[in-house]
């Protein structure tokens, strides 16, 4: 079996790239040797992976949200694997376990938590699993709503929709692991220096995803401490970035932090 992208406690996260940008996670309990796949976008590449390990069982499938680079796969697992308990909102086909924001479930043998994040869709929804082992960091999955240094596209909700959700984020522990649907870090970097050129917390973390990069790996996972330090999206009440806002927009200063995030939003549509 390869390493690991990171551990917590008994479970383990795999980054497996699919399409374009896409991380398909995998993970792994190693003393059940069950497995749960985030968002298969590709059921080839789940399905090689899953040759690789021959003594996993795959148990289970979860779901961020209905687009296709995250759901394509999902037929096939389904008919290859009929007894996969499929978590995912309500509106996508397969699922089994249709959620809700508040919602709470056991996957891989840990407890997890279901946070709606109504935005880059408005079916969306994020997970918070709490291993069990108290040393061991929670990890939040966050498909297309919270990339590291960024967020999604406001595709069918309003900014004001995804300036609450990085409230919620913003309120977890700060050692929080955020496991992303895509690997766009070196640009969301790019972004974060146009906005504050002076923020070392970003120099520094620009530089750890470009040799990361280098070497081939994933730049994820991100922590929630990193997020607040870092994420132009996160730090919308930040001075520095309502300045930045204003600047780009050409307009007076506003400080409502609805106002600076869709600003921000639609300045990164187009950088
Ligand atoms: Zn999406």
Redesign the pocket.
């Known amino acids: 079996m390869s390493y690991p992208q990171s551990s917590h406690g008994e479970l383990h996260l795999y980054p497996l790239p699919a399409l374009e940008s896409n991380y398909i996670w995998a993970i792994v309990n190693d003393r059940t040797r069950q497995a749960a796949i985030i968002d298969p976008g590709d059921a080839d590449i789940v399905q090689a992976w899953l040759m690789q390990q021959p003594t996993l069982e795959l148990a289970a499938i979860i779901i961020t ?1 209905h ?1 296709h ?2 759901t394509d796969g999902l037929a096939e697992l389904i008919a290859r694997f009929p007894a996969l308990a499929v978590y995912g909102p309500t509106d996508v086909e397969g699922v089994t376990q249709p959620l809700h924001d508040g919602d709470t479930f056991t996957v891989l043998d840990q407890p997890a938590a279901v946070l709606a994040t109504p935005a ?2 408005i079916d969306h929804l994020c997970y918070l699993i709490t291993p069990q082992e108290k040393s061991a960091k929670p990890i939040l999955l966050t498909g ?1 709503t919270l990339f590291m240094a960024g967020c ?1 596209r406001l595709f069918e909700g309003t900014a004001e929709q995804m300036l609450r959700n990085m409230e919620r984020f913003a309120a977890l522990s700060p050692d929080t692991a955020v496991y992303a649907g895509h690997e766009y870090t070196l640009n969301n970097l790019a972004f974060a220096l146009a906005v504050e050129p002076d923020n070392a917390a970003i120099q520094e973390a620009k530089a750890r995803a470009s040799a990361a990069r280098a070497e081939g790996r994933a730049t994820l996972p991100s922590t929630i401490g990193q997020e607040r330090r870092t994420n132009p999206f996160m730090r919308t009440h930040k001075a520095t970035v309502i300045q930045a806002a204003c600047r780009h927009t050409g307009r007076p200063a506003s400080d409502d932090p609805v106002h600076v995030l869709a600003a921000l939003r639609h300045w990164k549509d187009t950088f």
């Open positions: 949200h687009h680079d995250h880059h869709t297309d999604g």
